[in-house]
């Protein structure tokens, strides 16, 4: 593939459940090196709570899952966004968004204010779980002493061993990854079943998408950006064993937001839509109510 930021909306893995002409439109980005599974917890609640009545979208991340591959300089949040934008264009209903975004999928809603904004004046509900508006090169990932030197080995280590061997092979040595997963991307309680999606979706992941991503979150910083978003109602969301974007970084981003509500997981680490799963579901049914009961307002509004 040449190496270019665009890619058609047919190159990237979409998910969709609800009418097209539905009120309200919900998008789940997810999170880095995952894939729309990611959210599998919360689509189901979406699902069991409003049936058809919304329009549900998902997606993998360019690079990631069964979406395109692409090269490492093709790996930005900035390109995130603008694929989010041509999901929404290709895929959305014509209303009222409501966003959720999972690390670097938080990220990518955060760019949207500079690369599609007039996306942002649709914006009905915004939840941003795990995630960080930017100094994730100051992240010791809870090791003071050696944690910014461990911090940079881990992609290039996690790289390196899928360049060399087959996921075959890592699928069946596992060590390296499950060590990443078990140490630094989950609090307690541990569930097997979770821990075992995200290793495998982080065996499935192309370098280039490790090592692209990776450099461009350590540029990440957008919190400026997030007035945008002001006056929307936001969920800021994380573990408070999350060591990947801490709560400090949670704190930072809701305070960037006016009227932001934060909410901390005790325990939990950095995949909050697995290991607390109803947690953030609950969240994201409440905006999602209140976005269609904001569309229906509108609606007699201009019926009368």
């Known amino acids: 593939m040449p190496a270019t930021a665009d890619l058609h909306v047919d190159d990237l893995h979409v998910s969709t459940h609800g009418r097209p002409d539905a009120p309200v439109t919900v998008l789940l980005a997810h999170c880095w090196t995952a894939d729309e599974t990611d959210w599998h917890y919360q689509v189901q609640a979406l699902l069991d709570r409003f049936g058809h009545e919304v329009r549900l979208v ?148 192309a370098p280039a998408t490790m090592a692209g991503f990776y450099r461009d979150c350590m540029r990440h910083e957008r919190t400026a950006a997030l007035a945008a978003y002001d006056d929307v109602p936001t969920v800021v969301m994380v573990g408070s064993a999350d060591v990947l974007t801490p709560p400090a970084h949670a704190q930072r981003t809701a305070a960037a937001i006016r009227g932001a509500q934060l909410v901390v997981a005790p325990g939990a680490g950095h995949y909050l839509p697995l290991e607390r799963d109803e947690l953030v579901s609950e969240h994201l049914v409440a905006a999602v109510e209140q976005a269609l009961a904001g569309a229906h307002t509108q609606a007699h509004a201009a019926a009368g």
């Open 58 to 205: 998902t997606w993998d991340h360019r690079g990631h899952g069964r979406s395109a591959r692409v090269p490492e300089s093709a790996c930005t949040i900035a390109d995130l966004a603008r694929d989010l934008g041509r999901v929404v264009d290709a895929h959305a209903a014509a209303g009222p968004l409501v966003l959720a975004g999972h690390s670097i999928g938080g990220m990518c809603l955060m760019a949207l204010p500079e690369e599609r904004p007039d996306l942002v004046e649709r914006v009905a509900g915004l939840l941003l779980v795990s995630t960080s508006s930017g100094r994730l090169d100051t992240v010791t990932l809870g090791l003071p002493d050696t944690g910014r030197a461990v911090r940079a080995q881990i992609p290039r280590l996690l790289a390196a061993r899928a360049q060399l061997l087959s996921r075959r092979r890592r699928r069946g040595s596992p060590s390296v990854e499950r060590w990443v997963v078990n140490r630094f991307l989950f609090g307690s309680p541990l569930r097997l079943r979770d821990a075992g999606l995200v290793l495998d979706q982080l065996i499935s992941c």
